[in-house]
């Protein structure tokens, strides 16, 4: 019953994997589009989790990586605005 939730959080954990290389490795204006692919990807993961396990804290922890990745993805591109 849970093998779909597992087979969707393994592919969306590989795409994390990509976004996190090329946040490690890209130049700049490749790690803005990591970090906002991780962004993105972070509070889907953690609501695939919740539905796979049926724990609803996970739904708390996507909502405020939400909230989070917005300001986070703000102040990083504050920081980089220097050099770009």
């Known amino acids: 019953m849970t ?5 969707a959080a393994g592919v969306l954990l590989s795409l994390l994997a ?6 490690l490795r890209g130049d700049t204006l490749a790690r803005v589009v990591g970090l906002q692919l991780a962004s993105v990807l972070s509070p889907i993961i953690a609501v695939v989790v919740a539905i796979a396990t049926g724990r609803h ?3 708390e922890v996507a909502l405020a990586l939400a909230v ?3 300001a ?3 102040v990083y591109a504050r920081s980089l605005e220097r050099w770009l």
């Open 57 to 59: 804290v996970f739904l």
């Open 68 to 70: 989070l990745s917005l």
């Open 72 to 74: 986070g993805s703000l």
């Open 18 to 23: 990509v976004g996190s290389i090329t946040v």
């Open 3 to 7: 093998t779909p939730w597992v087979v």
